[in-house]
């Protein structure tokens, strides 16, 4: 299968923001997403980008996608301890119709 | 945006009995619906895929005769533990990929946790 990394863990204070990074390998990946998951339930769709996009901007989420480093951010801007969450990146195989998750990122938005 | 429901949230069932999970698409046709499997603190590992009227496609590694899943219509699938014993316990989610003209969604059920004792 594919490879997604992500970072396991970001710490910010509150008001600062926050940058999730994110690594993939599917050089043929058409989409790619942020999902937020807080504790004990299921995933969120934040937001996704088409990957001739560079980047998306929804209100305070920006996305940033560099295709060639095959590199996914998404940056939260003044981040609210309501953001405390796991974010997952996934990217989507449209030709093996399979999405394929990184390991998540724990952020603590510190009071 | 689209909704996702899974049911049920909390399950505990006896060793050796089965249980089912449900997943519905509330407000759209699903093209496909995936089940996945998580475990404390990690990522989701996919367990199998499902399309409406044909039968599910297994990740290695997961037994099909223990996880049966049933894609009855474009807005349902069902997900049975059958025998189920303690180290099944664990969070399922559900996803249904929603095809919108040139976009590809993915939206994700509540989740459900199932503890076996």
């Known amino acids: 299968g594919e490879d997604v990394e992500q970072s396991l863990f970001l710490s910010v204070r509150e008001g600062d923001s926050s940058v999730i990074n994110c690594t993939y390998t599917?050089?043929?990946?058409?989409?790619l997403y942020w999902y937020k998951q807080e504790p004990g339930a299921g995933l969120q769709l934040l937001t996704y980008i088409f990957s001739n996009m560079d980047m998306k901007q929804d209100q305070r989420l920006t996305v940033l996608l560099n295709k060639k480093d095959k590199h996914l951010s998404l940056r939260i801007a003044d981040t609210q301890t309501g953001d405390s969450a796991i974010y997952f990146c996934a990217e989507f195989d449209t030709g093996g119709n399979q999405f394929y998750f990184g390991t998540g990122t724990s952020l603590t938005v510190i009071p | 945006g689209a909704v996702v429901s899974q049911h049920p949230s909390r399950v505990i069932c006896k060793s050796g009995t089965s249980v089912k999970i449900e997943c519905r698409s509330l407000d759209f046709q699903a093209t496909t619906m995936f089940w996945y499997r998580q475990f404390p603190k990690k990522s989701l590992m996919l367990m199998a895929t499902?399309?409406?009227?044909?039968?599910?496609?297994?990740e290695q590694g997961v037994e099909k005769d223990k996880f049966l899943i049933n894609h009855a219509s474009l807005t349902l699938s069902t997900l049975t533990v059958t025998s189920a014993h303690p180290e099944d316990s664990s969070f399922y989610i559900c996803s249904a990929r929603w095809d919108r003209g040139l976009n590809t969604e993915a939206f994700f059920g509540q989740g459900t946790r199932l503890t076996v004792v």
């Open positions: 499902s399309n409406e009227g044909s039968k599910a496609t297994y």
């Open positions: 599917d050089s043929s990946s058409t989409y």
